[in-house]
């Protein structure tokens, strides 16, 4: 079992910064892909970035690309994801994810359904 809290989200208003966090917790996860995506209300759950925890070349959504960083401290089994230029688009329920699968491409790491286990989510909210 894996088990995945964030922590981070907040009000903030546009052009400002926060940093999200996920803890995992449980079995080991030096193969995991691990992924954020989030949900605006209305809308279907979208993909935001990627990362596989042994390295590799992170995936973004071009919605955030060069504004979102997604970013890994394997000492402390967290994973993060900094979010500078926020817009009010960016509002939405922020979920953590992991692939236990180990494989990582960018087809599969935006597919919602390759992921085994979720956090709670964090709500994220951008004023204008």
């Known amino acids: 079992q894996v088990q995945l809290v964030e922590s981070g989200g907040g009000l903030v208003q546009a052009g400002d910064s926060l940093r999200l966090s996920c803890a995992a917790s449980?079995?080991?996860?030096?193969?995991?892909?691990m992924g954020w995506f989030r949900q605006a209300p209305g809308k279907e759950r979208e993909f935001v970035t990627a990362?596989?925890?042994?390295?590799?070349?992170?995936y973004y959504a071009d919605s955030v690309k060069g504004r979102f960083t997604i970013s890994s401290d394997n000492a402390k089994n967290t994973v993060y994801l900094q979010m500078n230029s926020l817009k009010p688009e960016d509002t939405a329920v922020y979920y953590c994810?992991?692939?236990?699968?180990?494989?990582?491409?960018?087809?599969?790491?935006?597919?919602?359904?390759?992921?085994?286990?979720w956090g709670q989510g964090t709500q994220v909210t951008v004023s204008s």
């Open positions: 994810a992991a692939d236990t699968s180990g494989y990582y491409s960018r087809p599969r790491a935006m597919r919602s359904n390759a992921y085994d286990y």
């Open positions: 449980g079995r080991t996860f030096s193969s995991y892909v």
């Open positions: 990362l596989w925890w042994s390295g590799g070349t992170p």
